[in-house]
Each structure stands twice: as C-alpha cells, then as structure tokens.
C-alpha cells in the first residue's frame, strides 16, 4: 500500500544529484549538453586497456611462438639426426666393401705366389659402428733369382709374374713388381741359353773325341795323382812321425812312473822305520818307569839337585 506524504513535506525534498554532480534541473549547460558514452565504447575502450580477451593476451602469444619455435627445433634436430644416420650408415656400407675388395686382392696375391709369398698385413680404419676394416694391404714376395739355377729362376719369375697379374684390378706397385718378374723372367732366359750352350760344346767336344782335350784332361788327372800321392806320402811320413813322438813320450812318462813308484817305496820303507823307533822309544820309557816305580832302581837326582851340594 502506498501512503499519501502531507503537503508540508513537499517542499523539503531536494532534487537528485549523482555523485560529483550538479543537482537535476540545476546543471551547467555544459553538462546538460554532454551524455555517458555508448556501452560499444566502453566495451571497445575495456578491450584496448585490459586486454581481456583470450586471443590478444601477450602471454599466449609468446607461449605459441615458443611451442612453434621448440617444434621446429625438434623436427630439425630429428631430421639432422636422420641426416647423420644416413651418412653412418653409408660410410659404413663402404667401408665393408672396401674391406672385402681389399682381402680379394691380397688373396689373390697370395693364392697365386705359393711359396713365395712371405704374409699379408692390412691397414685398418675404425668405422662408425667401431668395427676395424681393411683399407689396404700388402704381400711380400720373395722376388730374389735361384742361384746357381737358371731354370728353377725361370719358373720363380713366371710365377711371380701371375701372383702380380692375379687381382681384376692390379695396383701400380702389382705393376712394378710384375715387370721386375718379367726382367728377372728374361736376365734367366739369357742364363739359361748360355748354360745350354755350353753343354753342347762340351758334348760335340766328347762327341768329336777331341784328343787334346782328352790329353789334357789326362795331364790334368795325372798330376792330381801325382799331387794326390804326394800328399799321402807327406801325410804317412807325419803320421809315422807322430807315431814315433807319442811313443817315446809313452817311454818317457813310464820311466817317471817308475822312479816315482821308487821313491815312494822309499818313504814308505823311512816311515816304516821311524814308526817302529818311536815305538820302541815308547816301550823303554814305559818299561824304566814301571821299574822305578817298584823300587828297582833308584830315582837319580832331580834336575838342578847337583849345584847344591857341597864339594
């Protein structure tokens, strides 16, 4: 219910005023004339000094830069880890066909020289994975001539040759060394020719009878005899010699033998007689001592006992 207000209460309430206001009715023109702003406004001014909406706040926006940021560093790591996978594995792939072309090759080297062939060493490189594989190696060959034996020369150089010739792909120094085999293959041949012809003309020599070389290896033979005899003869004559030395030094060592025997009968025969006195000496002393002792004899004066007497 609404009560009526008494008449003398009317005069006493005062108009509205907002607060930092002018009262209603009593405005300036000035303020009568301005108005609040629009709520657009004010939301629009909110928004440019607050920042309240999610999609303009600052801490977001650096947040997803470094989201994004840390996203690409990752993929570009992974990738370079890819990357560095890829070239491991692909120095590794080579490395272990290296290491197969290079035991072929020294195989090959080795296979074919046989007996010539003095040990393989490789030269290693430690891959990725950490396994060591062969980059090179080598096979001594003994590549020295026979000597004395063109032939047997022959045959060791041609088979040197083929060891250096045995890969698909001989080096430089297989080359060097095959034409170092092929050389030594030839200074043999040379050899080899000479020596068979000098056994020919030994042999057309026989063949032909040829007088003089048969004297003179007639001449030559017989004075090796007569050399030969010789030299038996001076051997006898200091064999006998020596013979005749050994004997009188025999003589000499049983004639010392015997006068040593001589004299030690000698001293033998002195201790004898010295042992048999001493003895007796012994005996006599005994003897006098007893009869002393029973009164047979009288003790003659004690030493010194003549210088006090009386004369």
Do not use: C, W
């Not at 005899?225 to 009188?248: D, G, H, I, M, P």
Request: proline content about 5%.
């Amino acid at each position: 219910m609404i009560s009526s207000i008494p008449s003398s209460f009317a005069n006493t309430i005062a108009p509205f005023a907002p607060v930092g206001r002018a009262p209603v009715s009593q405005e300036s023109t000035d303020l009568k004339s301005s108005s609040f702003r629009p709520a657009e406004q004010l939301a629009e001014s909110g928004r440019t000094l607050n920042r309240r909406f999610p999609d303009e706040r600052p801490n977001d926006d650096v947040e997803r830069d470094r989201v994004e940021r840390g996203a690409q560093e990752a993929q570009s790591r992974n990738a370079s880890s890819d990357e560095q996978l890829k070239a491991e594995r692909e120095q590794i792939q080579e490395l272990a066909a290296r290491d197969r072309e290079v035991r072929a090759h020294e195989q090959a080297h080795a296979s074919v020289a046989g007996q010539y062939a003095r040990g393989t060493s490789y030269t290693y490189q430690r891959g990725p994975d950490g396994v060591s594989y062969a980059i090179g190696g080598e096979v001594q060959i003994d590549t020295s001539p026979i000597p004395g034996d063109p032939e047997a020369t022959l045959r060791k150089a041609q088979q040197i040759r083929r060891a250096a010739n045995a890969p698909a792909e001989p080096s430089s120094q297989d080359a060097r060394v095959a034409a170092q085999a092929a050389q030594m293959e030839q200074q043999a041949r040379v050899e080899l020719r000479q020596q068979q012809a000098i056994e020919s003309e030994q042999q057309t020599a026989e063949a032909r009878g040829d007088t003089q070389a048969a004297a003179s290896v007639d001449e030559s033979s017989q004075a090796d005899a007569q050399q030969t005899e010789a030299q038996r003869a001076e051997a006898e004559k200091e064999a006998e010699a020596r013979k005749e030395r050994l004997a009188e030094e025999e003589q000499r060592l049983q004639a010392d033998q015997q006068r040593f025997e001589a004299e030690q009968r000698q001293l033998d025969q002195r201790q004898a007689r010295a042992e048999l006195f001493n003895e007796t000496a012994r005996r006599n002393i005994d003897i006098n001592r007893r009869l002393l002792e029973i009164g047979v004899f009288e003790a003659g004066p004690t030493v010194g006992s003549l210088l006090n007497k009386t004369v």
